[in-house]
T-cell receptor, first 111, second 112 residues
Framework: AAGVIQSPRHLIKEKRETATLKCYPI?????VYWYQQGPGQDPQFLIS???????DKGSIPDRFSAQQFSDYHSELNMSSLELGDSALYFC??????????FGQGTRLTVV | GEDVEQSLFLSVREGDSSVINCTYT??????LYWYKQEPGAGLQLLTY?????DMKQDQRLTVLLNKKDKHLSLRIADTQTGDSAIYFC????????????FGTGTKLQVIP
């Protein structure tokens, strides 16, 4: 069965650079969620989209933005990267009738 | 607000049962989940339970929910070394359109 696809799997950026993470939800899933998991931490909710509109917002820094496109894939844009942004970023997708399914994550390292 | 708490660490011997506990504060939680995360890996959904259920069993896994005390537990029977991982308890208000709130995670160490 198709799962949530995240790309890239690994990303290394320098401080003050910009990164774009992509998430391709399971087909026919209309909701996408983004989470950030720092080293030794539990995943923290950043933002979610339903039918291309932002549906909920968590602890997402102002330097980050995200959107969901007409094909339901989502991108998380991160600017002015800081060392503290190094983390595992998860995307999840769902429909009204299913639980959230998580991707394998993108590991971002800021050096 | 939402708060999900777990003990940080559990050590068991191979073949014994493991019980990982979790408490949550949000009484409107509808779905309660258990995720497994191996080092450097993604989140694997192990099982989940609806808030109107008391128990769910799936092979070696048994989930018990005490809604009155807002207490959730995951029992792993015949624990194997491959079960060593971090286990996250999580909750959401509904299956679809609400975010999942994770607990602090319990690191399970299985001693051969």
């Amino acid at each position: 069965a198709a799962g949530v696809i995240q790309s890239p799997r690994h990303l290394i950026k320098e401080k003050r650079e910009t990164a774009t993470l992509k998430c391709y939800p399971i087909p026919r899933h209309d909701t996408v969620y983004w989470y950030q998991q720092g080293p030794g931490q539990d995943p923290q909710f950043l933002i979610s989209f339903y039918e291309k509109m932002q549906s909920d917002k968590g602890s997402i820094p102002d330097r980050f933005s995200a959107q969901q496109f007409s094909d339901y894939h989502s991108e998380l844009n991160m600017s002015s990267l800081e060392l503290g942004d190094s983390a595992l970023y998860f995307c999840a997708s769902s429909t009204r009738d299913t639980e959230a399914f998580f991707g394998q994550g993108t590991r971002l390292t800021v050096v | 607000g939402e708060d999900v708490e777990q003990s940080l660490f559990l050590s068991v011997r191979e073949g014994d049962s493991s019980v990982i506990n979790c408490t949550y504060t949000d009484s409107s939680s509808t779905y309660l989940y258990w995720y497994k995360q191996e080092p450097g890996a993604g989140l694997q959904l192990l099982t989940y339970i609806f808030s109107n259920m008391d128990m769910k069993q799936d092979q070696r896994l048994t989930v018990l929910l005490n809604k009155k005390d807002k207490h959730l537990s995951l029992r792993i029977a015949d624990t194997q070394t491959g079960d060593s991982a971090i286990y996250f308890c999580a909750e959401s208000h509904s299956g679809g359109y609400q975010k999942v709130t994770f607990g602090t995670g319990t690191k399970l160490q299985v001693i051969p």
